[in-house]
């Protein structure tokens, strides 16, 4: 109950969750901290906070939890047919275009399965969010986490026809120093693009006046005019297809990103995370 006020960020979410009731949970808590003789949490009528004991309990504990949890399951003979609530966290535009029709489909073969899909960009904490996995695009930056690899992304640069009709074609990456172009600053504030080509590789810092951590305004504002776009062919499919956007040094090969399944531990793993996983795995092949 300790772990779920945390994660709820308070007693009334986490009694939802548990199906009980908040007066119930702070009983239970404050049990707890009695027996342990330390405060875990700080409680005000506006917020609630975690002691210095009680972030020590919560992030060495969970741990525990998640080695218990997995313990049970590998224990028991329902570890090998999945079954209870598969939460999955992906990015917003990803889970919008490719994924949630494959998560549905996945669902309706999997009835006895409580399936929830969370779309954000931000870079989810498994824990926080009580997930079981993440979809995540590109390199994954938390090497805690075990990583699957399930598809390549393609990229593609970009723009609008007037954009190109206004400031030219870029005709090798060096020419990209002297257009506008569209900066993906959900990572960082610099970006660096890379291209291969006859002569090796060449890597640009590139310069422009917009900038966004979401590939949709990216490719919107490509098609605006405002430059040019490098973004995963998801994004930018339809606009290349009805003519709102133009591919732009296509002789230089753009390394595909990767599609990865993020999960918490190797070990004993729930059979519903594997099940998903390999689902996907086939998904995206038979897509290719």
């Not at 939460?87 to 549905?104: E, K, N, T, Y």
């Not at 960009?121 to 075990?146: H, K, N, Q, V, W």
């Not at 310069?207 to 005019?225: E, H, I, K, P, R």
């Not at 399944?261 to 086939?282: C, E, G, M, N, W």
Request: net charge neutral; hydrophobic share 45%; aromatic share 8%.
């Amino acid at each position: 109950m300790f772990f779920r006020v945390v994660e709820a960020k308070g007693f009334g979410a986490a009694a939802r969750r548990l199906e009980t009731t908040a007066a119930s949970v702070s009983r239970r808590v404050k049990a707890l901290e009695q027996r342990l003789g330390v405060r875990l949490l700080q409680r005000t009528t506006r917020k609630l906070s975690l002691t210095e004991a009680g972030e020590r309990y919560f992030h060495e504990g969970r741990r525990l939890l998640h080695e218990l949890a997995d313990l049970e399951q590998a224990l028991t003979a329902s570890a090998h047919e999945p079954q209870g609530e598969l939460r999955i966290v992906a990015p917003m535009s990803f889970g919008q275009r490719r994924l949630a029709s494959a998560v549905a489909r996945f669902a309706a073969l999997h009835r006895q399965l409580r399936i929830s899909l969370l779309l954000e960009d931000r870079e989810t904490d498994l824990f926080d969010e009580a997930a079981d996995l993440a979809i995540r695009i590109g390199y994954p930056a938390d090497s805690s986490m075990i990583a699957r690899a399930i598809a390549p992304v393609p990229r593609h640069a970009c723009a609008s026809p007037e954009y190109l009709a206004r400031r030219g074609s870029p005709q090798t990456p060096q020419d990209l120093l002297h257009h506008d172009c569209l900066h993906y600053n959900l990572i960082s504030e610099r970006e660096e693009w890379t291209f291969r080509g006859d002569d090796g590789e060449q890597t640009l810092a590139i310069t422009g006046s917009f900038c966004s951590n979401n590939g949709d305004v990216l490719a919107q504002a490509a098609m605006q005019g405002l430059g040019i776009a490098l973004l995963p062919d998801f994004i930018v499919d339809a606009g290349l297809a009805d003519g709102r956007l133009v591919k732009v040094l296509e002789a230089f090969e753009r390394a595909p990103l990767t599609l990865f399944a993020l999960y918490p531990s190797r070990q004993h793993v729930p059979a519903k995370t594997r099940t998903f996983i390999d689902y996907l795995l086939d998904h995206f092949a038979a897509a290719a």
